[in-house]
């Protein structure tokens, strides 16, 4: 076993390639009538141009996605950006489907250090989720904002979400669920506020996309639900559950 599986199977236990969580998601769903003619997925990742492999390979498999990408996999879109994404859902065939993913991201490289990648072109490996790291850092140092930078919104509003000074995350992997944490909230309370189980089928996937050497990309698949037109909520399997 290398040193990266090494540190994927510690702190990710269960991690999946891409390829078969992808292949595991349309194995669950597909039975549930998500269809790509249905099916509308939307995205919540980083801005990071490394989550990008995981965003084609969604479009891949499902066709055209909306993307509710903000700084470290929080959705940064608001309320504007929401009612835009539910008023995409197919609708031809009478009730339309959601597939939602989540995923913050980390970075591990060979020799399974954490929270950095040696990134094309690079001869040097940089921080991985570049954003969450800063914000451990600030968090290290003490120089956590106390409110809003409007110059650095997203950067500033994450910090003040994610990290409470009194207990400071302690270390970038516990940031990084915390960020998983608060990515699961927020679709779910927008998804919730606009009672989208009324007219459409929903099915959200949540986890922690993990960046190894040369684009060798894994997706530790936490949390999965669907709800349908009955509007319970019911846990699909993941590889942790």
């Excluded at 409007?150 to 960020?179: G, K």
């Excluded at 639900?225 to 590889?239: E, F, I, K, S």
Aim: aromatic residues 8%; contains cysteine; proline residues 5%.
């Amino acid at each position: 076993m290398t040193a990266f599986d090494e540190a994927v199977d510690k702190h990710f236990p269960g991690a999946l390639d891409v390829a078969d969580f992808l292949a595991e998601v349309r194995r669950q769903v597909e039975p549930l009538g998500f269809t790509t003619e249905r099916t509308l997925t939307l995205v919540s990742i980083c801005r990071d141009e490394l989550t990008t492999d995981f965003f084609d390979a969604v479009e891949a498999d499902w066709g055209s996605s909306f993307t509710l990408a903000g700084l470290g996999g929080v959705p940064a879109l608001g309320r504007t950006g929401w009612q835009a994404a539910l008023s995409h859902v197919p609708d031809s065939a009478g009730r339309g489907a959601m597939l939602v993913f989540g995923c913050p991201h980390i970075g591990i490289e060979s020799d399974g250090s954490i929270g950095s990648t040696i990134r094309s072109g690079q001869t040097r490996p940089t921080a991985t989720c570049g954003a969450l790291n800063a914000i451990l850092q600030q968090s290290i140092e003490g120089t956590l904002p106390t409110e809003i930078d409007f110059d650095d919104f997203e950067a500033t509003r994450l910090a003040l979400r994610l990290i409470d000074p009194q207990l400071p995350p302690p270390t970038l992997v516990d940031l990084t669920l915390a960020a998983l944490d608060a990515i699961e909230v927020d679709l779910w309370r927008a998804l919730d506020d606009a009672a989208v189980w009324r007219d459409h089928d929903v099915a959200v996937w949540c986890g922690v996309q993990i960046h190894g050497h040369d684009h060798d990309d894994r997706i530790w698949p936490r949390d999965a639900w669907y709800c349908g037109a009955d509007g319970h909520r019911r846990r699909l399997r993941t590889a942790l559950y």
